[in-house]
């Protein structure tokens, strides 16, 4: 398994969640990590991306709420959700990115009530 996601469950409108991924040795540190997310019956999308050179970009929908965060020593990539809302539902998934070379981790599932 290159990645391992966790930290997904149940939260209400306005709450917090914090993602984790946990990548195999080296593969972090050496890739862009970001995370993505896919409400129910609809495409995946990028929320948010942690490049190499250290800029972070984020989805319009996310900006000012959710950070992404790495630690390339712990080979470990985290998403701070904060005043999460209920179109934030849906699965969440990792992924390291370098040069067309994709890894991906399993979703995580992020259900927000209102």
């Known amino acids: 398994v290159q990645l391992q996601a966790s930290g997904g469950g149940s939260v209400q409108a306005g709450g917090s969640l914090t993602l984790s991924c946990t990548g195999r040795?080296?593969?972090?540190?050496?890739?862009?990590m970001r995370w993505y997310f896919q409400p129910p019956g609809e495409e995946r999308a990028l929320v948010a991306t942690?490049?190499?050179?250290?800029?972070?970009t984020y989805a319009d929908s996310v900006k000012g709420r959710f950070t992404i965060s790495r630690d390339n020593a712990e080979n470990t990539v985290t998403l701070q959700m904060d005043n999460l809302k209920p179109e934030d539902t849906g699965h969440y998934y990792c992924?390291?990115?370098?040069?067309?070379?994709?890894?991906w981790g399993k979703g995580t599932l992020v259900t927000v009530s209102s």
């Open positions: 992924n390291a990115y370098l040069s067309g070379k994709n890894y």
């Open positions: 040795k080296m593969l972090v540190m050496r890739y862009s």
């Open positions: 942690a490049a190499l050179g250290g800029t972070k």
